[in-house]
């Protein structure tokens, strides 16, 4: 297999942040989304380059009605209550129109109609699998949902990405939760990086050690753990669900620490060579609301990513996939 470049954006609007956050908190990242994702099409289609929105399942509804008929019966029972999202449905708006915070209907459809991209699930409710007082039943009836919902427009999930990550591929624990997603067709998912400072189980330091959150900050400017990219036909050898580990996260614009952009992009450029040249997985991911600011200054840095990833295409033959797109091809490689 050659080498491959993968992109999943985490689109959920309020959704991702909602128990962190209220809109007035994050108004400006949150209120220019759909901007970014016309821009994110507009340069796309330019590079040539496939990308995996994986998508909240709450954002598909056309309107309050539209959503409550999807809404699973056995919802999570998070211990901490403010995890679930269901109880701000109460105080959000009727449709896209009226609340773009909430609901991104045509924005979907939007993505569709441009043929080249994938839209995949991040799950119905933004589900977290590591969270105590939820269950694998739970979790089995949120994907569900997320897959029903996107039925009507005649999408067909294939792919996921757990909302803040919260999956570990080697850990049993977190086995029978890709069991559901293999009985629901899903065919890979992100992992996390295989760098140590990546992995840190997060039901016990999710929610802050600090020290692995200044090493993380610190990896996007110099090389802390390498260029974390993948032979994915030989980690995925007798897998069900394929998981396709992130390499790294594009960071926003930082004015803070402009001086340092230059480093940030470099050190993504040079991995995704590295990729190409050893034929492995490069798997970029962010937010959409992460280019709600300065969001020049942020196309401008994906530009840079996009043209180094033409030059691949042509030198090395380094190919971008969607998600749903590389899991086929690791599956006829594994056939041949
Ligand atoms: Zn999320």
Same mark, same amino acid.
């Given at each position: &297999? ?34 970014? #994702? ?16 994986? @998508?909240?399942? !709450? ?11 999807? #809404? %699973? ?7 901490? $209550?403010? !995890? ?13 129109? $009226?609340? %773009? ?12 109609? =441009?043929? =080249? ?39 067909? #999930? ?41 992995? #840190? ?10 020290? !692995? ?19 994915? $036909? ?24 402009? !001086? ?20 492995? &997985? ?10 709600? @600011? ?28 969607? &998600? ?13």
């Amino acid at each position: &297999m050659k080498g491959h470049f993968v992109i999943s954006l985490d689109y959920e609007i309020h959704w991702g942040v909602f128990d962190k956050k209220t809109v007035d908190e994050y108004r400006e990242n949150l209120e220019n989304v759909g901007k970014v #994702i016309d821009r994110l099409l507009e340069m796309s289609d330019k590079y040539n380059v496939k990308i995996t929105f994986s @998508t909240v399942g !709450f954002l598909f509804a056309e309107d309050k009605t539209d959503l409550f008929k999807y #809404i %699973p019966e056995n919802k999570p029972t998070y211990l901490i $209550e403010k !995890f679930s999202p269901y109880p701000l449905l109460e105080s959000i708006g009727n449709n896209e129109k $009226e609340d %773009p915070f909430h609901y991104a209907l045509s924005r979907i459809k939007q993505i569709k109609a =441009n043929g =080249n991209h994938e839209i995949g699930t991040h799950t119905f409710c933004h589900f977290y699998c590591h969270e105590h007082g939820q269950t694998v039943e739970q979790f089995d009836d949120d994907l569900k949902s997320a897959i029903n919902i996107a039925k009507p427009l005649d999408i067909d #999930i294939k792919s996921i990405v757990f909302p803040r990550n919260m999956i570990e591929a080697n850990k049993l624990i977190d086995r029978p939760y890709l069991d559901v997603c293999h009985k629901h067709g899903i065919g890979s998912f992100r992992g996390k990086e295989k760098a140590y400072i990546y992995n #840190i189980h997060t039901t016990k330091f999710y929610h802050g050690w600090y020290l !692995f959150k200044m090493l993380r900050l610190l990896d996007a400017y110099i090389s802390v753990t390498g260029s974390n990219t993948y032979k994915v $036909e030989v980690i995925n050898k007798d897998k069900k669900v394929y998981n396709l580990p992130s390499s790294r996260l594009l960071r926003a614009y930082s004015s803070k620490l402009k !001086f340092l952009e230059p480093l940030k992009v470099r050190r993504i450029k040079k991995a995704m060579t590295h990729a190409a040249k050893h034929k492995e &997985m490069f798997h970029l991911w962010w937010h959409p609301h992460n280019f709600g @600011t300065q969001i020049d200054e942020n196309f401008k840095n994906l530009e840079q990513i996009f043209k180094t990833y033409k030059k691949l295409n042509e030198t090395y033959g380094f190919e971008s996939e969607t &998600m749903t797109g590389l899991a086929k091809k690791i599956k006829a490689s594994q056939q041949e």
